[in-house]
């Protein structure tokens, strides 16, 4: 099993910057990817920027250039840092966590972090 929780959403200005946290535990070795998900009220959950086991990293078109993905192996931590924010990345984002165990695809979630950009 995989656990995975969030911190370090909240209320920013547009322009502003936030960093999301995600903390991973349990079978975290066979996990082969992070990635960061979002979903805003009515919409469905889309992906914004993923980075696997390797440190290959990808983006969803409208974050590129604004938005980091990165982990920190030693603290099983994976980061979203997000620059230059604007009211259309207000969402709730969550972290996920993809392996394949015995030729099964598994995702695992965290609970979510509320972004609200916002003058």
């Known amino acids: 099993q995989v656990r995975l929780v969030e911190s370090g959403g909240g209320l920013v200005q547009p322009g502003g910057s936030l960093r999301l946290s995600c903390v991973a535990s349990g079978t975290i070795f066979t996990i082969r990817a992070m990635n960061w998900y979002r979903q805003a009220p009515g919409k469905q959950r889309e992906l914004v920027a993923g980075?696997?086991?390797?440190?290959?990293?990808n983006y969803a078109d409208s974050v590129k250039g604004r938005f980091t993905i990165s982990r920190d192996n030693a603290k099983n931590t994976v980061y979203l840092q997000m620059n230059s924010l604007k009211p259309e990345d207000t969402a709730v984002y969550y972290c996920?966590?993809?392996?394949?165990?015995?030729?099964?695809?598994?995702?695992?979630w965290g609970q979510g972090t509320q972004v609200t950009v916002s003058s």
């Open positions: 980075i696997t086991k390797g440190g290959t990293t």
């Open positions: 996920n966590g993809h392996r394949v165990v015995g030729g099964t695809d598994e995702d695992y």
